[in-house]
């Protein structure tokens, strides 16, 4: 049978309402003066709220508590003999810091969206489009990767570092995970931020690691960081230049810095290579693309990628499109004017593929990442700067610049010099000898698709941090001077 209620009486409901409802307010009375005492501290803290509204309140930036700290992943931790250069403590910053940025992709560029260009771990999207051009078993080793992805490279391989350790009392170095090149590349192409704004992930960076215990023991000579795009995006001197003043920084002085490039008279700049699209999954890719551009049958000289620059007087890469165009048969061009260029096309490797020789001039700084690029297909570069290369990349490139490069001074090539007319001289032999040295070090220069990198062979990555760990060593011997 049905209840006769929706909802059954109460099995305690008190029989004498009027009884209860006496004995509950009775039962307030002891407390009476307690409940005066409460709003006596509430009126206070209210008259102490406007009194102190009148008075300056610092702007200090605060980072965010709320967010969610980077996800440690645990990685194996090496013995001495598998990491006699020491390990590596990664810092666990909060995501501000690094992985929000990611999250908020479609922000990194005013004119666009960055979430396939830094998808896949910074890797990119798959270059499906070199199927034919590159051996069928390598083109799950290939990517359209960013040139500015270094950071969250570098960051996804820490993680999973053999000599990482999770003991900060054992660790030589100590690595920061900020992505100072996202964070400042969102406001290089437009005025509607300020300084500040240019600054604050570095500044609030530099606070928060200021207050570690494992920096304060060392001032921040074995802290390192990676940086991923060129120096000069760091070393703003006044408001209104170009990019952020991170690196001038007050306590930023000491930190080892990974960059694409670096400024050749600073201690603490590291060039390393730039990102390219090959990233090998085990040393049998590697070897298998080695001995692909090593057979490759290369019907042309020299070539030449790049776009000219109108608004420069007496623009080198101009001279250098003419000498090509001037040059029939002989050169291959690749004019990048305009989107030609851009990632997603195979015409730069099939001109490095293709090419006995490939023209390196500089970018619009320095370096340029056409230089990895053109080693990895097997071409020799033709280099018209030292600080292109020769003084950038010490720790990947050989010692001997003459053995793996080709040097023409670009006030020659102003004054008339041939570019076809040197290259001509070199014998065949002098050629095979040249490029097998760039077959040789191809595994230097790229960065493994594992994050737990190619098991016995050293790529990039390996070169890198070992070499930072080797330089603080050094740092702590009797004597050192920098």
């Not at 004498?16 to 307030?28: A, H």
């Not at 760091?234 to 990019?243: I, N, P």
Request: charge should be neutral; proline fraction near 6%.
């Amino acid at each position: 049978m049905l209840p006769l209620f929706d909802t059954p009486p109460s099995p305690h409901k008190p029989q004498n309402p009027e009884l209860d409802r006496k004995s509950s307010f009775g039962s307030l009375k002891p407390y009476l003066p307690r409940t005066w005492l409460i709003f006596f501290v509430l009126f206070l803290q209210i008259i102490l709220l406007l009194i102190a509204r009148n008075y300056h309140i610092s702007t200090a930036v605060i980072i965010p508590q709320h967010l969610p700290e980077v996800a440690a992943i645990t990685a194996v931790d090496g013995g001495d003999t598998e990491c006699p250069s020491g390990k590596v403590f990664v810092y666990n910053l909060p995501h501000f810091f690094n992985t929000e940025l990611l999250e908020n992709c479609h922000e990194l560029n005013p004119w666009g969206s960055r979430c396939d260009t830094y998808s896949n771990d910074g890797l990119g999207r798959p270059a499906t489009k070199l199927a034919g051009v590159i051996p069928e078993s390598l083109t799950g080793a290939w990517y359209w990767t960013d040139q500015f992805a270094s950071e969250i490279i570098y960051h996804n391989r820490m993680l999973n570092y053999r000599c990482r350790t999770l003991d900060p009392e054992s660790a030589t170095a100590y690595y920061i995970p900020l992505y100072a090149g996202l964070a400042v590349g969102k406001y290089l192409w437009t005025n509607n931020y300020t300084a500040e704004d240019r600054d604050l992930h570095c500044h609030t960076m530099l606070k928060w690691v200021h207050d570690q215990p494992y920096w304060k023991k060392s001032n921040g000579w074995d802290h390192f960081i990676t940086m991923g795009r060129i120096t000069w995006d760091f070393r703003r001197s006044k408001d209104d230049d170009w990019g952020s003043r991170c690196i001038y920084l007050p306590g930023m002085r000491n930190i080892t810095r990974l960059l694409i490039e670096r400024n050749s008279w600073d201690y603490f700049d590291v060039g390393v290579p730039y990102p390219t699209g090959f990233h090998p999954t085990s040393p049998s890719d590697v070897e298998t693309w080695q001995e692909f551009v090593r057979t490759r049958t290369r019907t042309t000289l020299f070539c030449f990628a790049g776009a000219t620059r109108g608004l420069i007087k007496n623009d080198f890469r101009g001279l250098l499109l003419n000498q090509c165009y001037n040059s029939s048969g002989s050169c291959r061009v690749v004019d990048c004017g305009g989107s030609k260029c851009s990632n997603g096309t195979s015409l730069i490797l099939e001109s490095f593929l293709g090419s006995d020789f490939c023209l390196q001039p500089r970018g619009d700084s320095f370096t340029r990442r056409s230089i990895f690029d053109c080693m990895i297909a097997g071409s020799i570069p033709v280099f018209f700067w030292n600080r292109t290369a020769y003084s950038q990349y010490e720790w990947f490139l050989p010692g001997q610049p003459e053995s793996y490069s080709v040097y023409i001074d670009k006030n020659d090539v102003l004054n008339g010099k041939s570019i076809k007319g040197v290259l001509e001289s070199f014998g065949k032999d002098e050629v095979r000898k040249m490029r097998e040295k760039v077959i040789q070090y191809i595994p230097r220069i790229v960065y493994a698709k594992p994050h737990q990198g190619l098991k016995g062979m050293k790529d990039a990555f390996d070169l890198a941090v070992e070499g930072v760990l080797n330089r603080i060593k050094d740092q702590e011997r009797e004597g050192f001077k920098w």
